[in-house]
């Protein structure tokens, strides 16, 4: 403030503006630069890939070739391989039926691509983006990512079943996921409202990752790589269909990784706090396992993961460059009963047991006013256990698809548990169970042949705060064989979490009045099937989300509470164009166009980029034995919290490049990737736990992957 005041420190504030706005001119140009020379390759990449080829009859995979279904009818769609999704309607269907907003991210995308993590994949998928602040990977959807939130507002499954966790609502995507990313299938991405058939955290989408089946592995697969920061992950997994009818599937995987050696964050940079080096504190381990027992119509399924992360950035004032690991542990087992009754009736039911726990070390300064240096040592250990049953009966019938759906859900075993070491202290002592149920009905109506409406609506009751009706409706349109018209309306809900509605600590309080948050969404989407197999599709929506869950102090007390206060909304636009050439080619391109404010005060809300671009493109260099994955991410700026030193993240562009070959050895699977290609320097909005306005993202780093199949 001095400078400012003086003379010297106005011509300075003026030198530094400047310097800094030629150097923000100098990075957009650079970047303009860049993306034109990426359009041109993409551009001659597919003018290559439209080339006539000539084709053997051992032709498979990427060097396949694909009927051009384009020109098909819709009947004639039918009787070929075509994107289907479960989640959108709990059943299978074409993309183009569902009612919603479907992206299917493929095993095969996983592998063209590199990805390492559920983060990378859905990073890679049009309207969401993952702020990672070196513990954990937060997930945004059409312009909502509250730094800090834990991801509540996303659902998470795998085949079909929940791991958000009803502690903190988290939606762990990092290398926190339950599953290795070669275990995957598919990824399904469903946007808008999904609380008509799966209650809670169906707030914004779902994503529903299915997992490969053991009669698809056919044998043992044996996977090994190595990454920059020290990182090595390993992978045996064992699947098979057996004579007597049993499909089995088994696999354990570790992953270790040293992180950066000194990891430089400016919000530190006193001589008391080693210059702002956290030096060895950035490490990564976890092992899984998932193993799945198929016979008949019954399914036994069962993950579990335990990973331990150091935190490097001193969460909550604690001392930096100091021990903070992070324990997390998550495992479910589930039995799953589908079975077809006669011609029309579909019954399922699975009962499940789940498990989460969550072990931090927190070293804060203890010093007294005056007196030597002191420290005390938090320890949290925070764990939960739950078991429920799920069941549906479906029935088709004229002109009608119902479907009737029950949960129960109960939760014996809530615990919140924080103590000062020493002085030994209590800090959290909770204790407690919760209950919750929810029924839901939904009729997919063939008003036409080529017009149908789906409306469903599900009610809930909980023992915390009471019960939630929830309604949705699309009506979807094809008045031509490629052209799919979608209006869609939905209702949807985030119930309070334990952590928010408990309200322990020796500081806050719980508010017994404290209610569900919901949205409304209005969504039109327009999709259409081009010649030379293009596929072209835009979505315009506008979400409206009430009573926000936020923390306040009540001043009779000084205590914090949380408490329903906030309203947002969100107006966008989306944009995807899909191509597949007959020489296996696969190129994607998408633009999101977004804005998200506070209703009241019409200010941006924070983490919240206006504009996404992706584009994805493959490309078979040698038939099914070699190809090249290239991929590109750009994202607008968006604010950090408010009050912060660093107002916002600037914007940025990521090149990832992935090199591979399949059976150039029998059985014999390489990778190498690049990320970060161009090593920009690029960050993400912080939360308000962590001290410095925005977390600093990994610069260009590798990875080099060798599976083997026999």
């Not at 084709?55 to 391989?81: H, Q, R, V, W």
């Not at 010093?367 to 088709?396: C, I, M, Y």
């Not at 990778?671 to 977390?695: F, H, M, Q, R, W």
Request: proline share 4%.
């Amino acid at each position: 403030m001095a400078l400012r005041s003086s003379g010297r420190g106005s011509d300075y504030s003026l030198h530094s503006a400047q310097v800094c706005s030629k150097k923000v001119l100098k990075k957009r140009r650079k970047a303009l630069c860049t993306f034109r020379v990426w359009l041109w390759v993409v551009i001659l990449i597919i003018s290559w890939g439209s080339l006539p080829i000539s084709y053997s009859a051992n032709d498979s995979a990427l060097g396949s070739a694909e009927p051009d279904f384009t020109s098909l009818s819709l009947e004639e769609l039918g009787s070929i391989k075509v994107p289907t999704v479960y989640g959108a309607s709990k059943h299978d269907q074409r993309i183009t039926d569902a009612p919603s907003s479907v992206t299917i991210v493929t095993s095969e995308e996983v592998k063209t691509f590199g990805y390492r993590t559920l983060a990378d994949i859905l990073r890679g998928v049009r309207g969401l983006y993952v702020s990672y602040d070196r513990t954990y990977g937060y997930i945004g959807v059409r312009g909502f990512n509250r730094p800090g939130d834990f991801g509540g507002r996303t659902l998470i499954l795998v085949d079909g079943h929940r791991l958000n966790e009803p502690l903190f609502d988290s939606a762990f995507n990092v290398t926190d996921f339950i599953l290795d990313v070669d275990l995957i299938e598919r990824v399904e991405v469903i946007r808008g409202p999904g609380s008509t058939l799966y209650g809670d955290n169906a707030f914004f989408g779902v994503i529903n990752v299915i997992t490969r089946h053991g009669k698809d592995v056919a044998g043992a697969e044996i996977s090994g790589s190595v990454a920059s920061f020290d990182t090595y992950q390993s992978r045996v997994t064992y699947g098979n269909r057996l004579t007597n009818g049993v499909e089995v599937l088994f696999s354990g995987s570790y992953f270790d990784s040293q992180g950066h050696e000194r990891l430089y964050e400016p919000a530190f940079d006193t001589p008391d706090q080693n210059n702002g080096i956290a030096e060895g504190r950035d490490g990564d381990t976890f092992y899984s396992g998932f193993a799945s027992i198929k016979y008949h119509q019954f399914t036994l399924e069962g993950a579990y993961i335990a990973r331990d992360k150091s935190a490097p950035l001193a969460a909550y004032e604690t001392l930096f460059n100091t021990p903070q690991p992070t324990i997390d542990k998550r495992g479910f087992a589930r039995l799953n009963f589908n079975d077809t009754l006669g011609e029309d009736w579909v019954v399922s039911a699975s009962a499940y047991y789940d498990y989460y726990g969550s072990d931090v070390d927190y070293l804060s300064d203890a010093t007294a006013p005056g007196g030597p240096f002191a420290t005390v040592l938090n320890k949290e250990r925070d764990h939960a256990q739950w078991t429920g049953f799920e069941g549906q009966v479906s029935k088709a019938f004229d002109q009608h698809r119902l479907t009737l759906g029950t949960e129960l859900r109960y939760d014996f075993d809530l615990t919140l548990h924080s103590v000062n070491v020493s002085p030994y202290e209590v800090l959290t002592d909770f204790h407690g169970s919760a209950e919750r149920g929810g029924l839901f009905l939904q009729d997919e109506y063939s008003i036409l042949t080529n017009l149908v409406l789906t409306a469903g609506l599900r009610f809930d009751d909980y023992s915390s705060f009471g019960n939630t009706l929830n309604p949705r409706a699309g009506l979807v349109y094809n008045p031509f064989s490629k052209t799919t018209f979608k209006l869609l309306y939905g209702q949807a809900y985030r119930a309070p979490n334990l952590f928010e509605y408990s309200g322990v600590g020796i500081d806050s309080k719980s508010n017994p009045g404290l209610g569900p948050e919901h949205i409304r969404t209005y969504e039109m989407v327009y999709e259409q099937y081009l010649p030379a197999n293009l596929r072209f599709s835009a979505s315009g929506f506008f979400n409206q989300t009430d009573n926000l869950i936020a923390q306040a102090v009540d001043p009779d007390d000084g205590l914090l509470y949380y408490r329903n206060v906030e309203n947002a909304q969100t107006k966008g636009v989306e944009m995807e164009a899909e191509y597949r050439s007959k020489a296996g080619l696969f190129a994607r391109a998408s633009y999101t166009l977004q804005r998200t404010e506070d209703v009241s005060t019409h200010e941006e809300l924070s983490n919240s980029p206006r504009q996404l671009v992706k584009a994805n493109v493959g490309v078979p260099l040698w038939g099914e034995k070699l190809g090249a994955g290239l991929e590109l991410q750009y994202s607008s700026r968006a604010l950090a919290l408010p009050g912060r030193p660093i107002g916002s993240a600037d914007p940025y562009w990521v090149f990832n490049a992935t090199l591979y070959s399949r059976e150039i050895v029998k059985g014999l699977e390489l990778s190498a990737s690049v990320y970060n290609l161009l090593d920009e320097k690029y960050t993400n909005p912080a939360g308000d736990e962590l001290t410095p306005s925005v977390i600093r993202q990994d610069g260009r780093n590798f990875r080099l992957k060798l599976t083997y199949k026999y």
